[in-house]
Antibody
Framework: QVQLQESGPGLVKPSGTLSLSCAVS?????????WSWVRQPPGKGLEWIGQ???????SYNPSLKSRVSISKDMSKSQFSLKLNSVTAADTAVYYC??????????????WGQGTLVTVSS | QSVLTQPPSVSGAPGQRVTISCIGS?????????VHWYQQLPGTAPKLLIY???NRPSGVPDRFSGSKSGTSASLAITGLQAEDEADYFC???????????FGGGTKLTVL
């Protein structure tokens, strides 16, 4: 089974850019998979951020679309998240996940352990 | 605004059966999109528990089952065990969001 590991700064200043990477092991990032980011504010529920397909196509949560970008680097076997103009409301545990897709269904079948990002000066 | 509504908390004694509901709308569950469930143990990442309404990934005990009807879905846990104490989230696809949507989560307490 594919293993995922998030990495990146744990502290970002307000109005700055949050940048995280997700290292993929035990499988190929060029395989026929979709790769996603999900976040969870402390003590709250889960929120889908966006995803990137095996061919590089992306889709984002409309509430974040103007600030978010997801890309992948096949040479490093990783995919990345950038979120601009962050505020305290973006403080959360950020998870990367693989996406299971079929007709009528989309779900997250494998998750990284998550990384806490705090937005504070 | 697209929402999947779950009860904030449920509880049960060891050995009992509990159910967790997930109420959606015509843009998600009612639009025939499948429902999936995740278990999040304290301090850990979510784990896929049920996919495609009622399918269990390898390794998930058959004490866990899912169902869907109309605009709602349910997760049932039988033979409740102390290790089942966790947060549970439902998830579906939403056509208004054009993406996946999560319920607010339900905290299960084993008495």
């Amino acid at each position: 089974q594919v293993q995922l590991q998030e990495s990146g700064p744990g502290l970002v200043k307000p109005s700055g850019t949050l940048s995280l990477s997700c290292a993929v092991s035990g499988g190929s990032i060029s395989s026929n998979n979709w790769w996603s980011w999900v976040r969870q504010p402390p003590g709250k529920g889960l929120e889908w951020i966006g995803q990137i397909s095996h061919s590089g196509g992306t889709s984002y949560n409309p509430s974040l679309k103007s600030r978010v970008s997801i890309s992948k680097d096949m040479s490093k076997s990783q995919f990345s998240l950038k979120l601009n103009s962050v505020t305290a409301a973006d403080t959360a545990v950020y998870y990367c996940a693989t996406v299971g897709i079929a007709v009528g269904r989309l779900y997250f079948d494998n998750w990284g352990q998550g990384t806490l990002v705090t937005v504070s000066s | 605004q697209s929402v999947l509504t779950q009860p904030p908390s449920v509880s049960g004694a060891p050995g009992q059966r509990v159910t967790i509901s997930c109420i959606g709308s015509s843009s998600n569950i009612g639009a025939r999109y499948d429902v999936h469930w995740y278990q999040q143990l304290p301090g850990t990442a979510p784990k896929l528990l049920i996919y495609g309404n009622n399918n269990r990934p390898s390794g998930v005990p058959d004490r866990f089952s899912g169902s869907k009807s109309g605009t709602s879905a349910s997760l049932a846990i039988t033979g409740l065990q102390a290790e089942d104490e966790a947060d549970y989230f439902c998830q579906s696809y939403d056509s208004s969001l054009s993406g996946p949507l999560f319920g607010g989560g339900t905290k299960l307490t084993v008495l």
